[in-house]
């Protein structure tokens, strides 16, 4: 197992683009601050291309992350890109808190969400659920069953939606959905472990392992996601209903 070092180091800008101060070598050195922002002149510095939503919070690209530790670094970073701390400064300078501020935002929104973050590191890593989707047919294939049984309950909610006999099937029926789902989460969080984990196979580098976890994790997020659109078309069907 490798361990994935907390802080992100990487320097994307040496220099600060105003003074041109060494960004590397002031008192903010080895910190996930350093790139962003210049201690010598106090400016905020343009976002750099390699720069994404981890970086930003001294993160690297997994799903274990500290709530705690990401909100006390979001804080620290807007103290310093809060564009109230430029209004006296030339424009270029508000223009440059206010890029930084709104990606440190969205980066925050995104990374403290697990199924945003999910999302985010699905779309870096070139995992397009619909694709995968066009792969398995519209009704996923471990889940061929449920839906069977849910088009079936369908026909006889329309037919005698009020009686005990239908009402005990959609119990019952619920109840295997709420199931699914929870084993289908267990296997989401088991995967994010395994991601994040970064463990080696045999017959495929790390890289190629990686995206693999990430391809199955997609398809649990896919099936979880059909589950609950058959449980809002069932709240659908039966909001007129005796509640079950």
């Known amino acids: 197992m490798r361990n994935e070092p907390v802080v992100v180091a990487v320097v994307f800008q040496p220099k600060c683009f105003r003074c041109q101060v060494l960004l590397s070598g002031d008192s903010l050195a080895r910190d996930f601050l350093a790139h962003q922002f210049c201690s010598s002149c106090g400016l905020v ?5 390699e720069e994404n939503y981890f970086s930003v919070l001294g993160e690297t690209c997994r799903f274990g992350l500290d709530p705690e530790v ?7 970073a807007s103290r310093l890109f809060h564009p109230d701390r430029f209004s006296n400064s030339d424009s270029a300078a508000q223009a440059l808190s206010l890029s930084r501020m709104s990606f440190l935002n969205q980066a925050y929104q995104t990374l403290k969400n697990p199924e945003a973050l999910r999302e985010y590191v699905f779309k870096r890593e070139g995992i397009f659920q619909e694709s995968l989707a066009q792969k398995t047919g519209q009704i996923p294939i471990e889940l061929i069953e449920i839906a069977e049984g849910w088009f079936e309950l369908q026909d006889e909610i329309l037919e005698e939606a009020d ?5 005990k099937k959609l119990r019952e029926f619920l109840e295997t959905l709420q199931e699914r789902k929870a084993r289908i989460d267990e296997k989401i969080l088991s995967l994010e472990k395994k991601y994040d984990e970064r463990k ?6 790390d890289s190629k392992f990686s995206l693999l976890v990430l391809e199955e994790m ?26 079950i």
């Open 45 to 49: 510095q343009p976002l750099a291309a």
């Open 70 to 76: 990401l909100e006390k670094r979001f804080y620290r």
């Open 163 to 167: 009686s005990l006999k239908v009402q």
């Open 200 to 205: 080696y196979d045999e017959k495929n580098d």
């Open 218 to 243: 997609a398809r649990e997020v896919q099936n979880k996601n059909y589950l609950s659109s058959i449980e809002k078309n069932r709240d659908r069907m039966t909001q007129n209903v005796t509640s």
